[in-house]
């Protein structure tokens, strides 16, 4: 949409129509403002303003064009409290030296590399499943992606403390709104039941991240992984490596953000699929005829299609990073609306998403969407954009397909109630409820040992 189409001031609200808000309300509450006064709009706040967009051509130039005017919000900074300065939370220039220096661990030659891995631990776990078993398919795709990061990007299995770390992150991303109230630092500080929580739940995961640091230093191994890599890292513009604490914080950031988001998705995935028969009678063709009954590798994504497409129209409806937020740095403007110097902008990818003038039937849950055809850039965004790209975007997105297909290989997902699972916005997209299923082996010609579950 062309910005000079819109008037020179965009509708501006009271502030508190904003700033009201439960959390929990805001991706229905951009969608609805979004549809009733256009694709920017201005909250008008006491000390700053806020400024909501909902279009392509200004969430790039947020992104791109203007990225550099701009910093990273609330959010982010206040995720500093657990993940330190990493990739997700480091502000300019300190990102781009970071990036730098994680970002040979995502070239695509050693992303594919760890096919391999991923499929033998979703293999793995379908075995664990006993036929016709009830399962929390968002707990164990959380369990399953953890398992995967830490192996894959760690060489580390962490299988003994997957149940430590998913509990604790619950703890931390279930608090996670409390810390964006107005002033919420000052509670840092006081001796509060949650503070004292948070403190409690970061230290377990330190304990973690640390031992594993300090086992990879004594076993003088270099696997060529992102914590190899890590610990070689040099900075460009002094030679110096990497303090304990900063790989830390990368080592943190990738481990929770990088099973979190993945984790997310293919759970939404296959709640949609256990919705819709028909495109899960695509879905498993597509998996039969590709793959029959051995393992799925990186040589298959392209024929892989309508997993790829079932993925992909998940995080449409269902993104797991489904907002942004950055603040002006400086004087600057989106389209023809000036912003001034510390005002907020916001976009969200759940709403963009869901936009009716890029999808049709934008609330239905259309795979086919995604094969052979191409929306505008930025009207589809699930991994952000611009220099904040997300650096795991190719590891997710295989990922996804990957796992999900291994597993429709072995077992199919059978919803036990129709129920509609409504949405937990926090850090990420949560299902409110455990999606629950019943876990049946596929009947099919091909033998069970290939298959992977018992009979």
């Known amino acids: 949409m062309v910005a000079e189409k819109w008037k020179s001031k965009p509708p501006t609200l009271p502030g508190l129509q904003l700033l009201r808000r ?51 919000g609330r959010g982010a900074e206040r995720l500093t409290r657990l993940l330190g300065r990493g990739l997700l939370t480091a502000r300019q220039p300190e990102h781009l030296i970071h990036r730098r220096m994680v970002q040979p661990a995502f070239h695509r030659a050693r992303i594919d590399g760890w096919a391999h891995a991923m499929v033998s631990s979703a293999r793995a776990r379908a075995a664990s499943w006993q036929p016709g078993a009830t399962v929390e398919i968002d ?3 959380n369990r399953l992606a953890l398992e995967i990061v830490a192996k894959a990007l760690f060489g580390t299995d962490l299988s003994g403390d997957v149940e430590t770390i998913a509990a604790t992150l619950d703890e931390i991303v279930d608090a996670f709104p409390n810390a964006l109230m107005p002033f919420s630092e000052v509670f840092d500080h006081l ?24 086992e990879r230093r004594e076993s003088g191994r270099d696997s060529g992984d992102l914590l190899s890599m890590l610990l070689a ?14 790989i830390r914080d990368e080592a943190m950031t990738i481990l929770l953000a990088g099973h979190e988001t993945t984790a997310n998705a293919m759970a939404w995935a296959f709640y949609l699929l256990g919705r819709h028969p028909e495109c899960a009678a695509r879905f498993y063709e597509n998996v039969d005829e590709v793959l029959g009954a051995r393992d799925a590798t990186v040589e298959d994504l392209p024929q892989l299609e309508y997993v790829r497409a079932v993925f992909s129209e998940a995080m449409r409806l269902y993104p797991p990073a489904w907002i942004t937020a950055r603040r002006a740095l400086v004087d ?6 000036a912003i001034a110097r510390g005002d907020i902008v916001i976009a969200s990818q759940y709403v963009t998403h869901r936009n009716a ?17 191409t929306y505008p850039k930025f009207a589809y965004f699930p991994f952000g954009g611009g220099n904040r790209l997300c650096i795991g975007e190719r590891f997710a997105s295989m990922e996804g397909v990957l796992v999900m297909a291994t597993l429709a290989q072995r077992v199919r997902f059978e919803p036990l ?5 409504e949405t937990e916005p926090l850090v990420t997209l949560r299902p409110k409820d455990a999606i629950r299923a019943r876990a049946v082996r596929r009947e099919s010609p091909r033998e069970v040992d290939a298959i992977g579950v018992s009979p």
Do not use: C, W
Request: no cysteine; hydrophobic share 40%.
């Open 233 to 246: 890292a040099r900075n460009e513009e002094n030679g110096a490596a990497m303090s304990d604490e900063q």
């Open 191 to 214: 001796p509060l039941p949650t503070t004292l929580r948070f403190k409690a739940a970061k230290r377990r995961l330190d304990a973690i991240v640390y031992r594993m640091l300090r």
């Open 417 to 421: 109630d129709d129920r509609a699972i």
């Open 22 to 72: 439960r959390f929990g309300n805001m991706p229905e509450f951009f969608r609805e403002t979004s549809r009733e006064h256009g694709p920017i709009v201005r909250f008008r706040g006491p000390f700053r303003s806020y400024y909501f967009i909902d279009d392509p051509a200004f969430i790039e130039e947020l992104f791109v064009q203007r990225g550099a005017d701009f910093m990273k």
């Open 139 to 141: 707990r164990e795709m």
């Open 357 to 373: 003038r890029f999808f049709e039937s934008p609330d239905a849950f259309v795979p086919e969407r995604f094969i052979g055809r």
């Open 332 to 337: 600057t403007k989106i389209g023809t609306f």
